[in-house]
């Protein structure tokens, strides 16, 4: 059984293989601490997340996509990707307001190799409101995928 100031590395979603230390309960998970960038910072990770719980069962299956991959088919054609048919459905997401001129994100699920020849990605990106779109597992509500357009030119990465 698991008890606060445990520390236990993180067994899947965003925050994998990270070390974390449990503060207290949180819903069907635990507030944790976290160090990401040198800094510690709190967040809740799901009980299956941290290895306590089993994994439900998937309720989308993801087709496999020979490369070249077309990620504008994943918004475009759900059914061509995920499986089985209906069970993503594509929505406007909330829209990204950029102020500074300047884009850096990353793959969260890479944060804890960063010292592993792993980038972030970086671009300047002109000031103003940019709008997204998210598929959405209509089961379990989690996010499959979002897009976001900064121009009007097709994906290059």
């Not at 236990?8 to 449990?22: H, T």
């Not at 635990?30 to 040198?38: H, N, S």
């Not at 960063?114 to 989690?142: I, K, N």
């Amino acid at each position: 059984m698991a008890s606060p100031h445990d520390r236990m590395v993180v067994k899947a979603g965003p925050f994998v293989n990270m070390e974390a230390e449990l503060l207290s309960p949180e819903a069907a998970g635990w507030r944790v601490r976290i160090a990401m960038f040198g800094r510690p910072f709190e967040v809740v990770v799901s009980n299956v997340d941290l290895g306590l719980e089993s994994p439900a069962p998937p309720s989308v299956r993801i087709h496999a996509i020979e490369p070249p991959r077309d990620y504008e088919q994943l918004f475009a054609s759900p059914d061509a990707v995920f499986d089985p048919p209906g069970a993503v459905e594509v929505r406007q997401g909330p829209a990204l307001l950029l102020t500074s001129g300047r884009l850096l994100g990353f793959d969260p699920t890479n944060a804890a190799f960063l010292a592993e020849d792993y980038a972030p990605y970086e671009r300047a990106v002109a000031p103003g409101l940019y709008p997204s779109w998210v598929c959405l597992d209509v089961g379990t509500r989690c996010v499959c995928a979002v897009k976001l357009r900064f121009a009007d030119r097709p994906v290059a990465r």
